[in-house]
């Protein structure tokens, strides 16, 4: 039986970055299905009553210090924290539903998680933004244009509202059947489920 992890995720975390990384792999090595489900992660904290790590002092040094460079030296893959941290994620977003409409959103995924989180690009600059999906050879100026699309805006609300119900409070948050793991420092337990089957 092929299990699926959704998987939900902002460009603007650099954990969700990781566990993407991680994810792919897992999805390959257990011939697991992972739905990519876009939300806003400032809305589910404000939905939630929840702070995000850098708001705390002693947690956002942490994290920062030591939490994020054990994981990184764990995973091997390249990283860098982005100077422009925090950057409005909103229109990269819903990008994320004009790439589905186009049929690109694995690739678009894949570029933007890049140049965001070991490139160190300023993609809260439209015109950073475009040239980065264009010389990836993606229609940066369609999908740009697709994100002012009512439906394309009532699709990142939507999933978001989604993410709440099911009792996410922050990002990546994933999802196997009805079992909850947030953080991708629960990978492991994802891995002894997609073991079992």
Not at 111 to 130: A, H, P, Y
Not at 181 to 195: K, T
């Amino acid at each position: 039986m092929v299990k699926t992890i959704e998987f939900y995720f902002d460009f603007g975390s650099p954990t969700a970055y990781l566990a993407h990384t991680q994810l792919k792999k897992m999805a390959q090595k257990y011939q697991a299905d992972v739905i990519y489900e876009p939300v806003l992660l400032g809305a589910i904290h404000k939905a939630t009553n929840n702070t995000p790590p850098g708001l705390v002092p002693a947690k956002g040094r942490h994290m920062m210090m030591q939490d994020l460079p054990r994981f990184i030296k764990r995973y091997q893959v390249p990283f860098e924290m982005n100077r422009f941290f925090p950057i409005n994620t909103l229109t990269m977003m819903r990008g994320c539903y004009a790439a589905q409409k186009l049929d690109c959103m694995d690739k678009y995924i894949d570029v933007l998680f890049e140049s965001f989180w070991t490139k160190n690009l300023n993609l809260g600059s439209q015109d950073i933004l475009l040239t980065t999906l264009n010389e990836a050879g993606l229609d940066a100026e369609k999908l740009l244009a697709l994100t002012a699309e009512p439906d394309i805006k009532e699709a990142l609300k939507a999933t978001t509202d989604k993410a709440i119900s099911k009792g996410a409070f922050g990002a990546p948050t994933m999802f196997i059947g009805q079992n909850m793991y947030f953080g991708q420092d629960r990978l492991d337990f994802i891995e002894e489920e997609l073991a079992k089957a």
